[in-house]
Every structure is written in C-alpha cells, then in structure tokens.
C-alpha cells in the first residue's frame, strides 16, 4: 500500500486527561501495530499550527479521528483543515460500550485503560479494513 | 424557560436556575404540584465531569430525604446523590440510560434524575436552600477550588 493510500488517525492532544491517554494509545495501538502498513499517524497540534505537509495529508486522506471529550479537538481540526472524515471516536462513547474497562492514570494507563484502548483500537481497525474493502484494497482510499 | 443567577470563576460559567430549590450539596428541587423533580445543578455536574453513567433507584423507591437516590459515574468520579426530599419515585428520565449526557448538557432541564411523589414538600422545602443563598455557597466551593 502506497503511503497515498493510507487512513489518516487523528488522536485527542489533550494532555492530563485520562481520556485523552485513552486516544493517543488506541492510535499507537493502530499505527504501530494492528493496521502499521494501513494507517499514518497525524499530531493533532500540526492542524492547529497550520503546518502544510500536515494539511495535504488530510485533505488527500480520509481520516478516523479519536476525541478524548465533548470539545471533539481531533474532528473539528480535520474538518477544518479540508478533510474527509471518515469515522469520529469518542473515548466516553467506547467506554459505554465497555463498562468494565473503567480507564484511569494519565502517564500510565491503568489496565482497565490499556484493555478501553485496545478495544477501540480494535473498532478502529475494522474501520480501517472497511475503508479499504470500499477502496479496492488498491491504496486508492 | 428559569431564569438564572450566573457566575465566572476562572474561565467557568455556573448557573443557578431561581425557580427551585437547593440541597447542600447541588441537587436541585422543583415542586410540579404534589410531586417534586431532582436533578443535578450546573455546578456540580461541571464539576464532575462528563457523565458516562447515571443510576437512578427504581420506580417505587421510598425514600427519606438524605437517603441515596442516583449514582453517577463521569469521567472524573462516581458520585452518590443524596435525596434532597422524602417520597417516593414515581419516574427516572428514561434518557438516561442512552444519554447520560443530557445531566451535563441541560442539568436544569432535560437531564433531570428522578420525579418523587412528594406527601410534604413545604417540610421538605424548610430544609433546602434557596437559589440565592446556593449560589453563595457554590460560589465560594468554586472559587476555592480554582485557588487550589
């Protein structure tokens, strides 16, 4: 798959908040190994600066973007800066849907943490492969 | 539509509606004739944090006033609601359950908790707070909280 071809994930950049570590993990989990040949991770403060390269991809790229609260940072950036906006996550919405992952820590993830984002790394993978199946599978996504 | 007494702390803004009354600590209550509607007020809720879960004690609950009613899990902390009056609950927010949301959203109004069937809320009334004197003690937990 070319680099053309990949799912954009646009994490929360909230620092200090649980939910936000919540994000940022889930996109580690995405990028670094579940989906590594699918999917580019994007620093949500690159949008925010304006930074060009940054821009480009998500204007080029459709994008799954991770909000750690109802403020929605990731999604309203990539909307603003021209993307596509393929699917929007909400760490409180997933934790409803799993109620004994209860996350806590910040620099840490407690294990009720590390399995919310393993969860939602997971729904964000199938969105991912869903992409791709619409795409082709061809990196035209 | 209430009217309000509104304050800013730091980059807060917390409301106080003046059509109903106050527990300690931030439950609201409003007399809708022999029955009394409960809910969060905007202070406490943004206090806590975005609700991810609120349990409301069944339909049929009798309660004495100080008896826990709801519990609330958010983002931040799991809080348990005391009963600001004596009763019995006759309907929990059926969105609640799907739209735990709606206590931070609209806390004086479609994020209410529970209706309690209430045999004497001018009792019950005696013991509450009045908006004025809840917005005073809110607004001095507001502000030390923003010193510390």
Known sequence: MTDEGRVLIVPCSGIGKTYGSVSREAAYLVTEDLRLDETQLVALSLLVLGDEDARAAVASHPAVTIDGCKLACATKMVKQSGGTLAKDFDVLDVYRRYRDFKPQGIAELNEGGLKLARALADEIAAVVDSLREQSGGTGDA | ?148
């Open chain 2, 1 to 148: 539509m209430p009217e309000y007494l509104e304050i800013t702390v730091d980059k807060f803004t917390f409301r106080v509606a003046i059509d109903r009354a106050y527990s300690a600590e931030g439950v609201w209550a409003k007399a809708e004739g022999s029955r009394v509607r409960v809910g969060l007020s905007d202070f406490v809720q943004q206090r806590s944090g975005d609700a991810a879960f609120a349990e409301v004690k069944p339909v049929g609950t009798v309660l004495s006033a100080g008896d826990e009613f709801a519990e609330i899990e958010t983002i931040k902390v799991n809080i348990s609601l005391a009963s600001p009056v004596s009763g019995s609950i006759v309907e929990v927010n059926p969105n609640l359950a799907s739209s735990p949301e709606a206590i931070n959203q609209a806390p004086y109004g479609e994020g209410w908790l529970a209706l309690i069937d209430c045999p004497d809320w001018e009792a019950d009334r005696a013991r509450l707070l009045d908006p004025w004197v809840y917005f005073d003690l809110m607004k001095g937990q507001a502000e030390e909280e923003t010193r510390s």
